[in-house]
C-alpha cells in the first residue's frame, strides 16, 4: 500500500511540476515589467522543486516495492543488502522519511542506517530550490504591490 501511495504522490508531483511550468512560461511572456519576471521565475524554479522532491519520492517507492517484493531471496530486505551480509542480516524492518526524503533499514540492536536508494542531491534541492522560488514569490509580491498605478 506505501508503494501506491508514493507512485501516486509521484505522480501528482510530476503533474504539479508541468501545471507550475506552463504558468511560468505564461508569465514570462504576458509580462515584461520586473515583478512579471520574478512571478515567472518563482513558478520555474518551484517547477523544477516540485519535479525533484517527485523524483525522489520514485526513488524512495522503487526501494519500497524491492523491500516488500516477497518470495526467495526477499530476506533480507533489498535495498537493506547494500551494506554487507553481516550488518544486512541484523535488519528486522524498514522506515521511510519524507523530510528528509530516504530509506532507513532498522537494526535489531536497535540502530538504523540509511540506504542510498534516493540521490543525495534530492533533499538539499529541493530545499535550495524551494527557499529561491519562495523568496522570488515574495519579492514579485511586494514590487507589484509598489509599481501598482494609483486608481483613479
Known amino acids: ?8 504522490a509521484a505522480l501528482a508531483g510530476a503533474v504539479i511540476a508541468t501545471v507550475l511550468t506552463v504558468r511560468g512560461f505564461r508569465a514570462m511572456f504576458r509580462k515584461s515589467e520586473r515583478s512579471g519576471r520574478l ?7 518551484g517547477a523544477v522543486a516540485v519535479a525533484l522532491y517527485a523524483w525522489g519520492l520514485l ?4 526501494a519500497v516495492m524491492r523491500a516488500e517484493d516477497g518470495g526467495t531471496g526477499s530476506a533480507p530486505v ?5 551494506a554487507g ?5 541484523l535488519v528486522i524492518d524498514y522506515d521511510v522519511s519524507f523530510l ?3 530509506f532507513e533499514c532498522r537494526l535489531s540492536g536497535g540502530g538504523a542506517y540509511v540506504t542510498s536508494s534516493v540521490p ?4 538539499p534541492g529541493t530545499v535550495g530550490l524551494g527557499l529561491v522560488a519562495a523568496t522570488c514569490g515574495v519579492l514579485a509580491s511586494t514590487t507589484a504591490r509598489r509599481v501598482r498605478p494609483p486608481v483613479a
Open 1 to 8: 500500500m506505501l508503494f501506491l501511495g508514493l507512485l501516486l
Open 39 to 45: 512571478r515567472a521565475a518563482a513558478l520555474l524554479v
Open 59 to 62: 526513488n524512495v517507492g522503487y
Open 78 to 82: 533489498g535495498p537493506c543488502r547494500e
Open 85 to 89: 551480509p553481516q550488518v544486512a542480516s
Open 100 to 102: 528528509p526524503l530516504r
Open 120 to 123: 543525495g542531491y534530492v533533499t
